[in-house]
């Protein structure tokens, strides 16, 4: 029943690559899982998909436990500081860090596993008053007091633009985020990597990989729509 659907996606990630030049291989499909049972998690595994990407840490944490090993978890939610160390060894990236006080939470925990964690620096591009993330402008100063952190590794960029009936509406969004990525790059700040550019979800992925994406997160577009009245 996924298999169309997934289909689809691929087909489109392949033909936005297509038309800015860009190898398949540059763009990572996030398969946002959120809200769905691990039944349809198996259904998508099977068909190929290795990347998750859940947002709160409980569901993640539980279908860990439920799904192959070979899974790499992406925390794409807004994180709270008390229960980042449920997820650290569990998650390969948290796409969501907006706060010095939430770094150095990870910082302490993965200080104590004795691992380094990746991290993507969430930014509220669009300035949206009821989204987290962070102001373009408090980026750069952040990035250069978590880079100091020796358990912390940051490896690019994240936004959540608004839902628009056009997706065109948000090319200018996606395009910010890349700017200030080669801002930070050009910087040249020890231990900070900004490759990553985790931007577009179902309605606009596609603008998204045209304004340099390098992972997406795509959910209602391959498992159809969430209802959250079971959660
Ligand atoms: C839910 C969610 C998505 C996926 O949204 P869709 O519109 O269903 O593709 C992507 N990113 C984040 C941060 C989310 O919370």
């Avoid at 860090?97 to 969430?122: F, G, H, P, Q, T």
Wanted: charged share 30%; with cysteine; proline share 3%.
């Amino acid at each position: 029943m996924l298999e169309k659907q997934l289909n689809e996606v691929e087909e489109r990630i392949s033909d936005a690559c297509r038309r800015s030049g860009r190898d398949r291989s540059e763009v990572t499909l996030i398969a946002v899982s959120k809200t769905k049972p691990v039944s349809m998690l198996q259904e998508v595994y099977d068909l190929g998909i290795r990347t998750f990407g859940e947002n709160k840490v409980q569901e993640m944490c539980d279908k860990y436990e439920a799904m192959p090993q070979d899974i790499k978890w992406h925390m794409i939610g807004h994180l709270q500081r008390n229960k980042a160390k449920y997820l650290i060894g569990k998650t390969t990236l948290i796409h969501s860090v907006d706060s010095v006080r939430l770094a150095e939470a990870i910082e302490k925990e993965a200080a104590k596993k004795n691992c380094v964690v990746d991290i993507l620096m969430e930014v509220n591009v669009a300035q949206e008053e009821s989204k987290f993330g962070l102001s373009t402008e408090e980026v750069l100063p952040m990035v250069e007091e978590i880079a100091e952190f020796p358990h912390i590794h940051i490896c690019g960029l994240m936004t959540i633009a608004p839902y628009v009936e056009n997706p065109e509406e948000n090319r200018e969004i996606f395009a910010g985020l890349r700017k200030l990525s080669v801002d930070i790059t050009n910087k040249n700040i020890d231990n900070v990597n900004v490759s990553i550019l985790s931007m577009g979800m179902t309605n606009d992925y596609e603008v998204a990989i045209e304004e340099g994406a390098t992972m997406v997160r795509v959910g209602t577009g391959i498992f159809g729509v969430r209802d959250y009245k079971n959660v």
